[in-house]
């Protein structure tokens, strides 16, 4: 990824519209503006909330897509 990516796909009837920025402490800052939520992705290991309003179901949604793009820190 070269600093920032642009990401929109649906899955389960939620479409996602995702914004994707190198974190310089590591990982990838994943931001959903639509959805006021936003992660930080290790890939082939997790998305953490990075804040209180993160769900679950998105939270699983947002890291299966990513896994399925190879994306690299």
């Known amino acids: 990824m070269s600093n920032s990516d642009h990401e929109v796909f649906e899955t389960d009837g939620t479409r996602y519209d995702l914004v994707l ?3 310089p402490y590591g ?3 994943v931001v959903w503006p ?3 939520q936003f992660w930080r992705y290790h890939p082939r290991d997790r998305l953490k909330p990075l804040m209180a309003m993160c769900n679950d179901y998105d939270t699983r949604n947002i890291f299966a897509y990513l896994e399925t ?3 690299r820190c």
Request: glycine letters at 16%; zero cysteines; a positive charge.
């Open 21 to 23: 920025v190198d974190d």
């Open 27 to 29: 990982g990838i800052l």
């Open 34 to 36: 639509q959805g006021k």
């Open 69 to 71: 793009r190879r994306y």
